[in-house]
């Protein structure tokens, strides 16, 4: 008997997370964490616990009172690796955000470097 992988619908958190990466990559630590905070909550329960433990140290890096971009940096490219494995078992339009969140993962990564 076959089993069907079953996909969950993350297009609003996807595409508030790309909006959020895309505004501004300095944008305010308040509303990163708090996108942070729901993607940690929403892949702990999907079992993407990679992604969730480093999103973790994420919100550590932009809770610390001073914040080390290169750390934070590092931090997102290793998202951005871990958000395209996670979308190679996605199908369609899901899979094609989260590859899009990847790619903004990893050029918010560069701007920050800069």
Known sequence: MA??????????????TIEILNRDAGVS????IRNVIDWINTLSVEGLIPVANQLEQLEDLLSA???DAVK??????TLSKLTLEAASIEDGAQGDKIRELAYTLQRAAKVIRE
């Not at 630590?29 to 990163?32: D, V």
């Not at 934070?72 to 490219?77: F, G, L, N, S, V």
């Open 29 to 32: 630590a308040t509303l990163a």
């Open 65 to 67: 009172p001073e914040r």
């Open 72 to 77: 934070i940096a590092d931090c997102m490219e």
């Open 3 to 16: 089993t069907v992988k079953q996909s969950k619908n993350y297009s609003t958190n996807l595409d508030a």
